[in-house]
């Protein structure tokens, strides 16, 4: 009997496996797909000669995180690779915003849409430099983040007090605004934001577009050497080596709860697999509290909350083989990884509000990865493994194009939609369309039939807003990883902080395993010891 089952053998199962490992605990991880990485996968899938990586690509928040740098997974063989630009966000008149790791490079990119905007990206830089380390450990610890907040509050004060707080709350296109006499920073920050389901006037987008692109500028936006799937490999093996099991093809189906905790878990085949501590569950808070545990054991608010869980929007991707290089009429786009297309701040609102009232958009906001660029191992020489995702509503009402599209996302509805975006990739680099050598078009359907997680597409855990963070998320007063059931632990993106590979759902889970049978064992040897007390005995 295992001390611990995990429910999934996503990044955060894995992270969660492999602290429980190191503290000496047995563990099997349980995935229901045939092979492990959850959203964090690859694939040769488009051509045999290209590799593809089926979901997540880019891992800005990986390389910041303290949680995976405390795995050492470059002992596994875990090798990071950057493009020589992190991001581009080129415009139809030839000017095109670059985020680079240079932070003279950026500067000087924004200087050329307005003047001082470089110093003013510098002074932001400048915020991130005395409140970075603190943000991070903050956002990395489970909520609330006392000695982390503590720390980061001393910090804050003196970098701008009540001042910055309301900055960081500031919708992005108010925060670049504020910032920025011209488009540059306000595109570089916007399109961070809708990174997440952020738009560019929801409260809150101007922090989160500000953190990721000071995660840009710092540690870049980098790539598992290889594919995706190699930073699972390396949590496999590493898990591997310390006695942990991993099973794929074996989907969980319940919780088992007796005696008022988690006791196991049982499968589709209708194994029982017992768990002697814990029950950690890398699924979707829908999942577990609407699935996986009975609705007899959690109170009655929690399933009431559950009906107003929000997802995410949903995902469209597409993959491409490609003969050549992207033909960028901006050709500071050429060596980016990450390129976003939209026009200006007004498209990506204009693409926002027609997600908002639950239509497929017309110019759909793409984020393209050239992932050739980013590591030259994923094609042959002189061609370009690329891959583009846009949102799409959840619930689709209507079609703000031509094509009448449902949601359905049946064959035709998923050429049609695929369409769409090369012909945004078009209005940027005309004559992309005559290089796709192969493509592949994953729907949110298919994402979703690929890991159940991704529901409907859905591909951050739930909404990043801000009504469903923090101790809100993913309900409210569940900001930490402890569940109603005694024993089980909600350890994936529905758990704060939220999306993003950086292992801290997994990581908070574990840790909040760990402290409960410490802090168990210490309360069943006090009573031994009150017991023997009070029969006479000597108490030491």
């Known amino acids: 009997m295992p001390d611990a089952v995990v429910i999934g053998a996503g990044p955060n199962g894995l992270v969660a496996a492999n602290l429980l490992a190191d503290a000496g605990w047995s563990v099997e991880v349980l995935e229901a797909q045939e092979q492990p990485g959850g959203a964090v996968r690859h694939d040769r899938g488009v051509d045999p000669e290209f590799t593809s990586d089926l979901f997540s690509s880019f891992y800005p928040l990986a390389a910041a995180s303290p949680v995976l740098a405390g795995l050492r997974l470059e002992r ?23 985020l680079s790791r240079d932070l003279e490079e950026t500067a000087t990119s924004l200087e050329a849409f307005a003047a001082g905007d470089g110093e003013a990206w510098k002074e932001l830089c400048e915020v991130w430099e005395t409140l970075g380390s603190g943000i991070l450990d903050a956002l990395f610890t489970p909520f ?22 309301r900055t960081m709350l ?4 108010r925060l670049g605004q504020e910032e920025f006499r011209g488009e540059g920073g306000r595109l570089l920050l916007a399109g961070n934001a809708l990174h997440a389901d952020l738009a560019p006037e929801a409260a809150g987008s101007g922090g989160f577009g500000w953190l ?8 870049g936006f980098p790539v598992p050497a290889g594919g995706s799937g190699a930073l699972t490999s390396a949590l496999v093996r590493r898990l591997v080596r310390r006695g942990g099991i991993v099973r794929c093809g074996e989907q969980v189906t319940e919780v088992v709860i007796h005696g008022g905790r988690a006791v196991g878990v049982r499968t589709r085949d209708g194994e029982a697999v017992p768990a002697r501590r814990a029950v ?5 808070a829908p999942t577990l509290y609407g699935s996986l545990v009975a609705e007899a054991h959690l109170p009655g608010h929690l399933l009431g909350d559950l009906k107003r869980f929000q997802w995410d929007f949903a995902t469209f991707k597409v993959d491409w083989a490609l003969n050549g290089p992207v033909p960028w009429t901006c050709p500071e786009a050429t060596q980016a990884g990450t390129v976003h297309l939209a026009e200006g701040v007004d498209g990506l609102t204009r693409f926002a509000a027609q997600i908002a009232m639950g239509l497929v958009p017309d110019e759909p906001f793409a984020l393209f990865g050239q992932m050739t660029t980013a590591d030259p191992r994923r094609s042959p020489l002189g061609t370009e493994s690329a891959w583009a995702y846009t949102h799409v509503p959840q619930r689709v009402r209507g079609d703000a194009g031509d094509a009448g599209l449902t949601g359905t996302w049946d064959i035709r509805e998923q050429e049609a939609m695929a369409n769409r975006v090369e012909a945004q990739v078009e209005r940027y680099a005309p004559g992309f369309r005559d290089l796709v050598k192969a493509r592949r078009v994953l729907a949110p359907t298919t994402l979703e039939s690929l890991d159940a997680n991704l529901r409907g597409g859905a591909i951050n855990g739930g909404t990043t807003a801000l009504h469903q963070q923090l101790a809100l998320r993913p309900l409210p007063g569940t900001g ?3 569940t109603p059931v005694p024993g089980l632990y909600l350890a994936s993106a529905s758990a704060h902080p939220g999306g993003g590979v950086h292992g801290a759902p997994g990581a908070n889970a574990a840790r909040a395993a760990l402290r409960r049978r410490r802090t168990g064992a210490l309360s069943h040897l006090q009573s031994r010891l009150t017991h023997r007390d009070r029969r006479g005995r000597h108490t030491p």
């Open 144 to 165: 609330p983040p006392l000695r982390a907040g503590a720390r980061l509050m001393l910090h804050a004060r003196a970098a701008g007090g009540l001042r910055l707080a």
């Open 280 to 284: 950690l569950a890398d699924v979707s």
């Open 480 to 482: 930490r990883p402890e």
């Open 170 to 173: 500031l919708p992005v296109r």
């Open 212 to 219: 990721m692109s000071m995660l840009g500028q710092t540690y």
């Open 76 to 98: 596994e063989g875990l090798i990071w690779s950057h493009a020589p630009k992190v991001l581009a966000h080129p415009m139809r008149d030839g000017r095109c915003a670059v």
